[in-house]
């Protein structure tokens, strides 16, 4: 397909040159599925990837009604203030029909949403987590060629999108609450395995000594646990997103963690493996579109799965022979 150079040149002079309005209508080119919009997004991509992979990459999940956005809101004023440049992306799966919400997203955090050293980007709409996770990667680069030296990947859905994120980030935080019983039971260890660190928000006020007892807990609970990483042992911090207190703490250990993971190689080894990991992923993608989409298969598919439904044939003989139509040439 024929790209139009100057406009290949355009998208990739303003995402360079940290032009918001460029940056954004790059990300629309790559959720495009006209194809001739999707290929411009690409060759942008490409001719942006030189200019990518410096940022600190933070992934950030916890429960509904932690404070997740006002934490990264207060944790993005603070960057900024401190002369950094901060992209925050979401990453929600679990509404394939109302997606993420620009709006939406701006409004819970509105200040940040208001700076210029800032640009906020909700997942697409439709689509599965692979797919949402796809894009959140591609649009990562971006906004590293971009200049944003902080992405914030926030999970928005649960269950399997803790897993796609840290395989994304360099350093993955489990926000929790004070009262830590309860929410230690609902946690599942994996996500715990995952962590790089555990921080209890809302330790202010009334509920200080709580969130003091529950750092207690946590401390103990990831005593018990394998860490991620051989060379970083994840600490338990405290914070306060409506004051801000500890969020100093916070990111002095975001940069603890990536000059131990620097010293061993494990950074770059992590990075290399998620880029190898992306690219399979990618791979599995396309095969599974190109064998729904090939003739034979998409005639048998229907019949095929009314007779695993009926139990009359088995999951297992139904595939073989959707295997077997994949395999015939398309008629031309």
């Known amino acids: 397909m024929n790209i139009d150079p100057d406009a290949l040149a355009t998208h990739r002079d303003g995402v360079r040159a940290g032009d918001r309005r460029l940056v ?26 030189p200019y990518t992979g410096e940022s600190f990459r933070i992934g950030i999940t916890g429960t509904p009604g932690v404070g997740k ?13 401190a002369g950094h440049r901060v992209a925050v992306l979401a990453v929600d799966p679990s509404s ?4 993420g919400s620009i709006l939406g997203d701006k409004t819970r955090m509105a200040r940040l949403s208001q700076e210029e050293r800032a640009f906020i980007r909700p997942s697409p ?7 949402v996770a796809h ?3 591609e649009t990562m680069l971006v906004c590293e060629a971009a200049g944003y ?29 004070p009262g830590a019983g309860d929410e230690l039971q609902g946690m599942k260890k994996g996500v715990l395995e995952l962590a790089d660190a555990l921080v209890v928000n809302k330790a202010d006020g009334d509920l200080l000594a709580a969130a003091h007892r529950a750092r207690s807990e946590y401390k103990h609970a990831l005593a018990l646990l394998q860490p991620a990483s051989p060379n970083w042992r994840p600490p338990v911090l405290l914070v306060s997103a409506r004051t801000g207190e500890g969020i100093d703490r916070f990111w002095q250990t975001v940069r603890d963690h990536r000059r131990a993971l620097e010293a061993s190689g494990e950074l770059a080894a992590r990075r290399r493996e998620q880029a190898r990991a992306w690219m399979w992923s990618l ?6 579109r190109a064998f729904r989409e090939h003739p034979a ?28 139509a994949f395999r015939e040439p398309a008629a031309r």
């Open 69 to 81: 956005s006002s934490f990264i809101e207060t944790l993005g004023l603070y960057l900024i203030e």
């Open 283 to 288: 791979v599995s993608e396309g095969l599974e």
């Open 135 to 137: 894009r959140t990667r």
């Open 125 to 131: 709409s439709g689509g599965s987590l692979g797919g």
């Open 297 to 324: 298969v998409a005639r048998a598919i229907p019949r095929l799965e009314a007779e695993v439904e009926a139990r009359k044939t088995t999951a297992s003989a139904a595939a073989r022979e959707l295997l077997a």
């Open 96 to 99: 394939p029909r109302t997606g």
């Open 24 to 49: 954004a209508k790059t990300i629309t080119l790559l959720e495009s599925r006209r194809p001739d919009r999707a290929a411009l997004g690409q060759a942008v991509l490409e001719a942006l990837v």
């Open 149 to 177: 030296d902080v992405v914030i990947v926030e999970t928005v859905g649960v269950g399997q999108s803790e897993t796609t994120v840290a395989s994304m980030v360099d350093f993955f935080a489990v926000l929790l609450q």
